[in-house]
């Protein structure tokens, strides 16, 4: 049993034995929301686009509403225009070159010292961000397809083998940015700095950057309080309210769990 146990521990140890290395930020599509608490995840870096806006005009759904409530429920319950906007992701604003690329929640990149992407993810909110997630790092020409590499194995080659990606050789206009720089933009800091994000992203052994979308108009708190004193449906709209924000910042919890083994409750 004491062997087994050694064992175990030395397994989990090896597991994050580069993952610690990794500088991780995140750049959320919006302004920050008052009652969102960064410091409960202490190992991130958070920047804010304040100018930026998550169109809910519509589609098969029809447009979004004007009521923050019933946003909420969409949301939590992924039903309607409201968790529509948040899966497709359409925004409006500034920096127009996001806007433009239409970049999304849940879309990152992981880059060598040299700010050039190694690897990315497209848009997606279900990702935990552990050894075995597999990033895109080329297109396969003769297959059709692209080829993937765990997170595990790009830690190895950035951080203990100092490895850097060569620039492609031929600019080809795509959406996506593997061997390139990130798009030139700025971005807010928790200070309300304003800092270039392409120089942040350089100088590290790799770095791993998030886009997200955190509405800055649910409560994160209230939901979790007591609902005495409190009218049912008011105190259900806080709960949803609530609920759909913690929805929102699940790849929040991932990324503390996944890459530096830290448990966060939610």
Known sequence: MLLVAVLTVSMAFGQMKYKPKVKVMVVVLGPKNPTFDEAKFSNLHFYYLPDIKLSKNGGIYGKASKNTNKNAWSSALGVGATSHAEVFQDYTGEPAILVE??????????????????????????????????????????????????????????????????????????????????????????????????????????????????????????GKESGAGKKGKDYMNQVSQTAAADKQIAPLYNLEKGIFGKRIEH
């Open 101 to 222: 690329k239409h970049i999304s929640s849940g879309t990152s990149y992981i880059f060598d010292k040299n700010g050039r992407v190694n690897a990315e993810l497209i848009g997606t909110n279900d990702i935990y961000f552990n050894n075995k997630t597999q990033f895109m790092v080329g297109f396969n020409k003769m297959k059709r397809s692209w080829e993937t590499e765990s997170f595990g194995d790009l830690m190895k080659s950035l951080v203990k083998k100092g490895e850097t990606m060569k620039p492609p050789k031929k600019s080809k206009t795509t959406s996506h940015l593997i061997g390139k720089e990130l798009y030139a933009f700025q971005a807010v800091d928790k200070e309300g700095n304003k800092v270039e994000v392409n120089s942040l992203v350089k100088g590290n052994p790799a770095t791993l950057l998030l886009f997200l979308y955190i509405s800055p108009e649910y409560n994160f708190n209230k």
